[in-house]
């Protein structure tokens, strides 16, 4: 993982609320290791999602904060693996096309790679938001 002065995703969150957060059912679980049961529905037998993104204005409920800037996820280490797996654009050195839309949506720019470099004093709400 890159060290860097602030995570981007913490001035953003605009994936939390750009997509339908579907996973596997059993996922969801009360033994407090998995994806609270309270916070989900179900899509179909083995389908579950996360309160909230099922609409057509989508926006999960365990996302704290106001997108664009800052956020939190309530439920962070017990998120679905769809959450975890989600990669912001160039993170790993890969651009990824789902996190330029979510931010799109919400009139942030995309990410680059600069933004992912050590010790970048990087603050979200300093740039400048697409027209
Ligand atoms: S569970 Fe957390 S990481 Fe996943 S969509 Fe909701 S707020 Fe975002
Ligand atoms: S849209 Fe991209 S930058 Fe924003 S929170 Fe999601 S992964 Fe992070």
């Given at each position: 993982m890159i060290s860097i002065s602030k995570n981007p995703c913490l001035t953003c969150g605009a994936c939390c609320a750009f997509f339908?957060?579907?996973?596997?059912?059993?996922?969801?679980?009360?033994?407090?290791?998995?994806?609270?049961?309270?916070?989900t529905g179900r899509l179909s037998t083995h389908r579950a999602f996360m309160l909230?993104?099922?609409?057509?204005n989508p926006r999960c409920v365990a996302l704290k904060g106001e997108i664009g800037q800052e956020v939190h996820c309530a439920i962070h280490p017990q998120r679905a693996s769809v959450c975890r797996d989600f990669a912001a654009s160039w993170q790993d050195g890969q651009h990824q096309a789902g996190c330029d839309q979510a931010r799109a949506k919400y009139g942030l720019l995309p990410l680059e790679p600069?933004?992912?470099?050590?010790?970048?004093?990087?603050?979200?709400?300093t740039l400048p938001k697409a027209a």
């Open positions: 339908r957060v579907s996973f596997y059912w059993a996922e969801a679980g009360e033994d407090g290791t998995g994806v609270p049961v309270a916070l909230g993104t099922n609409a057509s600069h933004h992912w470099q050590p010790n970048n004093p990087f603050n979200l709400p």
